[in-house]
């Protein structure tokens, strides 16, 4: 019979996976979201058809809501992200204070 793709056979509820594999396996799950919305917004990018454009729009924001969702799960569970995360911003603001300062 087919199925859809296991990533990981054997694990279930009897056999749960341990904090380390649950941020490991949530990690692919964003993945897939941000993989799923360039997708989804390719598709509607590529059509004329306005109701399919619409739709493909709306589905891929919905994609971007379930990455959130997955991030701020991996924050939880990890607390060392979100100061991580909030390093790369600060790293990027930086940076555009580099560029302002260097545009002119
Ligand atoms: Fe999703």
Redesign the pocket.
């Known amino acids: 019979m087919p199925n859809f793709t296991d990533p990981f056979p054997g694990i279930k509820e009897t056999n749960p996976m341990n904090i380390t594999d649950l941020i490991r396996a949530l990690r692919l799950d964003l993945a897939?979201?941000e993989d799923?919305i360039s997708l989804y917004s390719a598709h509607a990018e590529s059509t004329t058809h306005s109701l399919a454009k619409k739709v493909l729009m709306s589905v891929a924001d919905?994609?971007r809501v379930?990455?959130g969702e997955f991030l701020k799960l991996i924050e939880i569970l990890d607390p060392s992200e979100k100061a991580m995360l909030e390093n790369g911003a600060a790293e990027v603001e930086n940076f555009k204070e580099y560029s302002e300062k260097w545009k002119r």
């Open positions: 897939a979201e799923a919905e994609e379930h990455a």
